[in-house]
């Protein structure tokens, strides 16, 4: 078939006009692909490390720093979810936003590797959109921090039977079947209390713009937004958790101000 001057493939792109409905709130998650061979070539500390949770966070930061408006960021394990509720990016074209967002999630994660690892590896990540009604915004956040807690259970027998001597196999098959309550037991019983970890290990950390004032010209206080890591948070089923989720939605509602 000869080449046709000026022929334009553009209605070939396919997937360029899956949008986003404008004014619903929705989340980006980005999931780190083969992330379990990465941290055996950093050689992570088992079964969490702070080092490398603080390599998600740079993820996030570049998130909120590389342009784009986000309420929060929330991450844990090798996730991490952006969300959106104002912003509605590259006019909510799903594929525009996930090829971007997953290349700057990738490109920042591979930065950060090589300033706390001092190391050089190509990292990647996959993203997908997650459309989310306003009032399922906590509901999403307390499914994943529910999911962040069975990680930390899980992982956490899982790196004690690997301590105690078994290989891999053998590790899963003595937890296989387990109850939350069982492996909980388990762990106590060799002197593991998941109630005296980190709390960033079983909730997760959270990432969000918060307020302070500074002196601007003529000595008058302005305020302004600064990136705030949130370490230490509580349960999002509770009402604490709740209050301050809502507190950023509303935030984000209102007027932009600077991040410094």
């Not at 720093?65 to 929060?72: N, R, W």
């Not at 105690?164 to 593991?192: D, M, P, V, W, Y």
């Amino acid at each position: 078939m000869p080449l046709t001057a000026n022929f334009d493939l553009t209605a070939y792109e396919i997937f360029s006009e899956i949008k986003i409905p404008s004014k619903i709130p929705f989340f980006v998650r980005l999931d780190g692909r083969d992330f379990h061979v990465v941290a055996e070539t950093l050689k992570v500390e088992r079964p969490h490390d702070r080092k490398f949770a603080k390599c998600f966070v740079s993820v996030a930061k570049a998130i909120f720093q590389g342009g784009f408006d986000p309420v929060l960021a929330y991450t844990f394990s090798d996730e991490v979810n952006i969300l959106f509720v104002k912003e509605l990016l590259f006019g909510g074209r799903i594929e525009k936003i996930n090829s971007v967002l997953g290349s700057l999630a990738s490109s920042s994660f591979t930065l950060a590797v090589a300033a706390i690892y001092k190391r050089n590896l190509v990292t990647a990540f996959d993203s997908r959109v997650i459309l989310v009604p306003e009032d399922l915004i906590i509901s999403y956040l307390d499914w994943r921090q529910k999911m962040a807690w069975r990680n930390h259970l899980n992982a956490s027998a899982y790196w004690l039977m690997k301590k105690l001597g078994c290989n891999s196999r053998e590790a899963q098959e003595k937890l296989r079947g387990l109850k939350a309550e069982e492996i909980r037991n388990l762990l106590f019983t060799h002197g593991i209390n998941l109630n005296e970890t980190p709390l960033w290990q079983g909730r997760g950390i959270l990432i969000y713009k918060k307020p302070y004032e500074k002196l601007g010209q003529m000595g008058k206080a302005v305020t302004r937004m600064r990136l705030t890591e949130n370490w230490n948070l509580p349960l999002f089923s509770t009402q604490k958790g709740q209050l301050l989720i809502r507190q950023l939605v509303e935030q984000a509602r209102s007027k932009n101000l600077n991040i410094s």
